[in-house]
């Protein structure tokens, strides 16, 4: 026998503004054409103005928790991912914890930028094998659009706002790569790839700072990284690719999601994509794309997903889980 952290419920949730590709022709040089063929995306969200991090964290929340037919009376523990909290301090998971109307149990965030959501799902999952928390929202939630730099048309046009989450339960499995539940994490990270992808700013240096990226060598390490790391956890779990039903990855270019797939010998009928529609939503983007996979009747009960994603840090990393 083994405890499994097993998900019980998912929801998401996407500010109202859809901004098409055509909108940047406006006032950048550059096309929808250029942007599709490059990077996938068609469009993406932007939250509305005095619409923060939290408000989308909480929506997705109140979504995850209809759709497990609980409240937050059950929840033992909240862990959002983002690197675009409401405010310095205190966190957004805190923020959400009292919007939820929940005065028991913690509430932290995580940040590790795109790769946020593995962080959080292997940190969840440790409070419950370990004990900790019998129930846990695990949620990621960002508004990129406050960091973007509007005059860079490399970095702003790929980039969207969202959140997503899932709840997740202890249950107690075989130990056996058939148990549903999270089966194996891997994370990792270099800092010596700093300046590969960072914000020019933070409290520290005082003030809020915009994103920087040398997309292309960022792209260079992103299929290989993230091939190794589905494949370690994966073999982890005593399970190789040939096991997996989907790959749900870190939408950030579907030419990377392409590479990836095709490193682990699957084909994209395998992969749930949503990149043409929420662009790169960072730590977002895994749950949105949990969520919208399962509303779509892609993934079902007992499926083996494999997620992974890679950003900011560089910080990298895969979670195995079966629905
Ligand atoms: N419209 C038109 N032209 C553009 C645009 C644009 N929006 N942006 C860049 N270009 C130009 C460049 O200036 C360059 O022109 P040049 O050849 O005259 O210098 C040319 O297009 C090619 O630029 P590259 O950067 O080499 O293009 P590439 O094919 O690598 O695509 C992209 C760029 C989409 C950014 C890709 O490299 C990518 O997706 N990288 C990875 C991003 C990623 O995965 N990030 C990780 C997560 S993000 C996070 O952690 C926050």
């Known amino acids: 026998m083994a405890g499994r952290s097993v998900v019980v419920g998912v929801g998401h949730y996407l500010p109202e503004r859809i901004v098409p590709n055509s909108e940047f022709e406006k006032t950048l040089d550059t096309s929808d054409e250029w942007i599709r063929s490059r990077s996938g995306i068609e469009r993406r969200h932007f939250a509305a103005d005095g619409e923060t991090t939290s408000d989308l964290a909480t ?3 109140e979504a995850a928790l209809a759709d497990a037919g609980l409240t937050a009376e059950d929840i033992d523990a909240i862990v959002l991912a983002t690197s675009t909290a409401d405010l310095t301090f205190p966190s957004a998971a805190t923020m ?8 028991h149990g913690f509430a932290f965030d995580v940040q590790a930028v795109c790769a946020g959501f593995v962080f959080a799902l292997s940190n969840a999952n440790a409070l ?24 860079d048309r490399s970095t702003c046009v790929l980039f969207g706002d969202g959140a997503g989450a899932l709840v997740l339960e202890l249950q107690e499995g075989e130990g056996t790569a058939q148990d549903r539940g999270i089966l194996s994490t891997d994370l990792n990270s270099d800092g010596r790839y700093k300046d590969l992808l960072y914000v020019d700013g933070g409290v520290s240096t005082q003030s809020t700072g915009h994103l920087r990226m ?8 992103a299929v290989e990284k993230l ?6 956890a994966l073999g982890r779990a005593g399970l190789g690719s040939s096991d997996v039903d989907w790959i749900v990855p870190h939408q950030a270019n579907i030419r990377i999601i392409q590479g990836t797939a095709k490193k682990m010998g699957l084909p994209m009928d395998n992969v749930v994509v949503t990149v043409q529609d929420h662009g790169n939503t960072s730590a977002a983007s895994i749950p949105l794309a949990l969520s919208v996979g399962k509303q779509r009747g892609q993934i079902k009960p007992g499926d083996l997903i494999v997620t992974e994603a890679i950003g900011g840090g560089l910080a990298w990393g895969a979670v195995v889980l079966r629905w």
Do not use: C, P, Y
């Open 227 to 232: 091939a190794k790391t589905a494949e370690t």
């Open 59 to 61: 929506n997705a929340a």
């Open 96 to 103: 959400v914890q009292a919007r939820l109307g929940m005065t």
């Open 214 to 221: 040398q997309g292309n060598q960022v792209f260079r390490h």
């Open 128 to 151: 419950i094998v370990s004990g900790q928390a019998k129930r846990v929202l695990v949620i990621g939630a960002e508004t990129f659009s406050r960091i973007m730099d509007w005059t």
